[in-house]
């Protein structure tokens, strides 16, 4: 038998970040390879075609030169149709959960190969990649045609942010047509996968 634990809220949030390789639950994922994300068929659930959600992340590195950084990432679908209709049908190569290992060697080109200081001050050597403002999950192939600088991974999360309530991009959007520059307004959450 082996016990996972249990998660807790950390003491510094700056320890979720990527550059510190946490185990988490929920949130957005904290890339191991900011750049080489999984995309197309490997982030959407196989029943329903809609994005995975994340559920949690687990840094597991090994005794080896080229596992030096590892960590499992395990994503599924929200809806409960989909996780019932894979139980029952196991022997399918079909999937609503799906579990990512991301593994890099001790020098790569996205972190030092030193420890990571203990005060926050820590950054990555590289930025990653454009996520999805909606989700902070999976890549932002997709932009926004009117501003032309929010991301989206699909388009049921262009949907949701432009239908979402007090800050909805649909006022947003209109903000940033009419000021005609990014640095007087900010994106929200559109820093997902830089830290």
């Given at each position: 038998m082996m016990s996972l634990g249990f998660p807790e809220k950390p003491k510094n949030p700056w320890s979720l970040r990527r550059q510190y390789f946490p185990s988490k639950a929920g949130g957005s994922p904290a890339w191991l390879d900011p750049i080489n994300l999984p995309s197309g068929k490997w982030s959407?659930?196989?029943?329903?075609?809609?994005p995975l959600q994340f559920l949690l992340q687990v840094y597991a590195p090994l005794d080896d030169e080229s596992t030096?950084?590892?960590t499992l990432f395990v994503f599924m679908c929200p809806s409960m149709a989909c996780l019932l209709r894979w139980k029952r049908h196991p022997e399918t190569q079909l999937r609503s959960v799906k579990v990512f290992r991301?593994?890099?060697p001790r020098v790569n080109s996205f972190y030092s190969s030193d420890a990571p200081s203990e005060d926050g001050?820590?950054?990555p050597l590289t930025s990653?990649?454009?996520l999805c403002n909606w989700c902070g999950t999976w890549k932002g192939d997709k932009i926004c045609s009117s501003c032309k600088r929010t991301?989206?991974?699909s388009g049921k999360h262009q949907v949701a942010h432009w239908r979402f309530g007090k800050s909805s991009h649909k006022d947003l959007c209109r903000q940033l047509e009419t000021c005609g520059t990014e640095s007087e307004f900010e994106v929200p959450n559109s820093n997902f996968g830089y830290q």
């Open positions: 959407v659930c196989d029943f329903c075609g809609e030096f950084h590892r991301c593994q890099l001050s820590q950054q990653g990649a454009m991301r989206y991974c």
